[in-house]
Each structure stands twice: as structure tokens, then as C-alpha cells.
């Protein structure tokens, strides 16, 4: 059973090029990731974690700014360019 889902922005071989811990919207797969937890119809908790040494408040905004942005997407809004 799966009891919360924890999100952060996806790459492949992230861990190779120094992106393995991304903000959420700036990972090439987070779009495609998050149409899967939808379509899966998980309605449970998800969380966002700050596995860095930077900031927790700025990085939990900057994760938060990138899931709108990338929720907006999904929805087929006109998202406008990501947040920076």
C-alpha cells in the first residue's frame, strides 16, 4: 500500500550530470510523471522534500511555483514560461 507520494523534478541520469535533486517543473520527465499519479486516480498525501543544503523555505517555494506551473499544464492552461 502506498501511504504518501514525495515529488522532486526528474531526469534521466540526473545522478550523472549533477541534477539528481531538481525543483519540481525544471526535470525533463516531471510533466509526464505527474500525468501518471492523475491518471492513476491516487488521491493520498504528497510531500516535497529538500534533500539539499540550500534554503528549505526558498527551495519549498521554488518546488511549489514549478508544481503549479506544472498543474496548469496538465489542466491545458497556458502556463506561460517557468517560473524562475
Given at each position: 500500500h502506498l501511504l504518501a507520494l514525495n515529488l522532486n523534478?526528474?531526469?534521466p541520469r540526473g545522478d550523472e550530470?549533477?541534477?539528481?535533486?531538481l525543483p519540481i517543473?525544471?526535470?525533463?520527465?516531471d510533466l509526464q510523471l505527474l500525468?501518471?499519479?492523475r491518471d492513476?486516480?491516487?488521491d493520498?498525501?504528497?510531500g516535497i522534500l529538500n534533500h539539499t543544503d540550500l534554503d528549505a523555505r526558498a527551495r519549498l517555494?521554488?518546488?511549489?511555483?514549478?508544481l503549479d506551473w506544472l498543474l496548469a499544464k496538465l489542466?491545458?492552461?497556458a502556463a506561460g514560461p517557468l517560473p524562475k
Open positions: 523534478g526528474m531526469t550530470q549533477g541534477k539528481k535533486i517543473g525544471t526535470g525533463e520527465r500525468r501518471v499519479v492513476s486516480g491516487y493520498g498525501p504528497i517555494a521554488d518546488n511549489l511555483l514549478g489542466r491545458g492552461e
